[in-house]
């Protein structure tokens, strides 16, 4: 997805980063279908993924210099079969991934948010408990 783009793939986390307790796959999952959605609505600039300790949980943000969000899109992301209308127009899914993403987050006792501004990009964040 990124052949052809000017787009940046980065990755800021630490070594030092703590274990999480999480299952692997899904959070695997997650973080690959964050990354996917990122490059569908990025056609030049960055993508980020970068992770912070806060209280007992890392907060794993994907980030991106995409399309962005304005404040009503941003309000029915989550929910099934919803798209902004830069997702609808381009043929770019059926509005699933994001509410699917949730979930597999909600499921780990997280809760993935996102913030966004239209023309200038999104970042998705969601805590995952440290393993003690």
């Not at 959070?27 to 490059?39: P, S």
């Not at 990025?42 to 943000?61: C, L, Q, Y």
């Amino acid at each position: 997805m990124v052949e052809g783009k000017p787009i940046l793939l980065q990755m800021d986390i630490s070594e030092t980063m703590p274990l999480v307790m999480a299952d692997e796959k899904r959070l695997v999952q997650i973080l690959y279908n964050l990354v996917h959605n990122a490059l569908k609505y990025t056609e030049k600039g960055i993508i980020s993924v970068s992770a912070e300790t806060k209280d007992a949980h890392v907060i794993i943000h994907v980030s991106d210099t995409g399309v962005g969000m304005d404040d009503e899109t941003q309000s029915r992301a989550f929910l099934p079969y919803e798209q902004g209308a830069y997702g609808i127009s381009a043929g770019r899914g059926i509005g699933l991934g994001l509410s699917i993403y949730r979930h597999l987050v909600d499921l780990h006792g997280g809760t993935l948010t996102v913030h966004s501004e239209l023309g200038k990009g999104s970042i998705l964040a969601s805590p995952i408990r440290i393993n003690d």
